[in-house]
């Protein structure tokens, strides 16, 4: 389980923290940011059914394990309902909140991929095998950033679980030269930004081969 | 002033050798370095200094450095207390000295007083002009010159491997296995504190070394993390790099902020870096040893595609699993190289990879059918088991109460000499193609002086202890031929 961040640093929005990584390239699953219950509706409907809602804010880092994140929301009253209870459920310590709306991508491959800093080795690139079993599964491979494509590629080549990386259960077989791109994306915007401490894009969801990201979190030096 | 091409120069070829602090105590550092130097056959001027001016084991010691002659000696071993060091330094630059080796401790590794005596001494060796090793080294090894200036043993055969370690008795530990396989080194040092010649210094030095074509290093603590990247990239693009990382499960998962943080433990970043810079990260101390010996004596495989070859079906059994959870591929057997293979053995043979002779083998099989899969262009490499088995039965027959009677005599003489010839042909035969030719045996432990194995050292390779310790230097090897061929560098 992630820790607040260290001193030093914060976190950014999600907004905020994907439009950093989609400038360098990182693929981000479509979204709309608004700031109360009817504007909610409305972009659900727009986006069409089902739909993700989340509260986001600057100070608030990992959604899921708040429960602030309303999976498969089906209808305009189901859009309603969420939109009002994420609302409510914020805390004065969440500082400015918004509602952040997206249509609900269907993938049952999810991988993890993100920068960390390394006390001795500096800014790191990860990727690995994601959802909700990330850390107990620790199927990860790192480099050190700037990488290269063959870096890239070798870094999916190094994860042991190749068969989630193949064809599976109905789906084609995740495109490599894609989430090479994202993991090169990753290295190029740390490059670009020292300020940045670590990112996460968490889950990394596999639709129709391709990752996209649903969530990421960004944490740079204050 | 001394380059430090000079000083690493001075340290491992050097024309002369003033062991500082000689004792006459067989227990001592100064008894022991001085016994290991001459010991070892160091053909350069040996001098030697003690309090009392004794004659050390032959050597006629004297009080101060002053009292040596000029520009006769290039290294000093310094065995002396930490305290009399600076004025000992001093001399031996003013006698030509251009590298020290410190065994001296009291230095980093003792406080905040001790750290202070270290980075005054690493002042005074740059204003000197000095190469500084250590303090807190065990000494350093280099077989071109006959030097076994340490404070431990053994001297290695010679051979040409470079070994550079943060713990001097891993030192030792590598030149045992030297020993014991005949696989050789070219220089080994203990870098101890490592306060102004680090791990990472030493290997850039082998990397330009002729006599080293194989670098091996065991790392603990890497203080200037990119740094040490930097210089283990350059070196690896040179040479194949080795390394063992002691510590490898401290701090272990760490508290971060991040998923991808709390992910990259201190232990998954260093082998991620190992994989980026082409460098061989060893699980173990033997495993090392194993790949850097194999790195020194075969080739590089073009490509993933192993054969097999044994006398007998389970150990081939076996090491097919092996190779199956590698990288490696375990071949298909080709069609035209299974029926060459079928023209020489009877029917009963395996037909398949692994090629199980299956005790269909006469005088000739064994090297004419290593020669068939080793020359096929849809092979990479060999594997080869079950040499030496005839001379362990052979080993039998002639301590036993028959011998050299009922024939025993003669047939003991053919199987020593069919083994012996067994294993030159691997050696022959992976020279002529250029591809690896693996043999491994128990025996290589078990029964070392038994021809097979014994002719596998003859030839100057290694004789793996096992097919899944041959497996796993072979996958190091390959690893290292697809890091260089994913990007366009030669295959060495």
Redesign the interface.
Known sequence: ??????TG?R?LSEPDSKALLSAHGVPIAPERVVAGVDDAVAAATELGFPVVVKLAGDAI?HKTERGLVRLGVADESAARIAATELLAAATPEDGEVALLVAPMLRGQREL???????P???T?V?V?VGGVL??AV?D?????VP?SR??A???ID?LATQALLGPFRGEPAIDRDALADVLLALSTAAEADPTI????L?PLIVVDGRPIAVDA?V?VER | MTTREEGFRALFDPKGVIIAGASTHPGKFGFVSLHNLLASGYRGAVFATNREGADVLGVRSVASIDELPDGQADLVFVCTPAAANPDLLRACAAKGVKAAFVTSAGYGEAGDEGRRAEADLVALADELGLLLAGPNGQGVVSTPSLLCAQIVAPFPPAGHIGVASQSGNFVSSFLNYAVQTGVGISRAVSAGNAAAVTVPDYLSWYAADPETSVGLAYVEGVADGRAFFDAVRAVAEDMPLVLVKGGATAGGQRAAASHTGSLASDDRVFDGMCRQAGVTRAATVEEAFEAAATFATQPLPAGPRVVVMTTAGGWGVVTADAITKSSLVLADLPRDLHDAIDELLPPRWSRSNPVDLAGGETRDTIPQVLELIAGHPDVDAVIQLGLGIQSNQAEMMRSGPFYPDHGLERIVAYHERQDARFAAAAAEVSERTGKPILVATELAVAAPDNPGPAAVRASGRLCYPSANRAVVALEHLWRRAQHRQRRGLPLR
């Open positions: 389980m992630p820790e607040p961040p260290r640093s976190t880092a993890i991929a993100g920068l960390a800093d390394d001795q080795f500096g790191t990860m690995g990330a850390e620790a990860v491979s790192l480099r050190l990488i063959i870096d590629e070798e870094m190094d401490v670590s990112a996460d968490n979190l944490e």
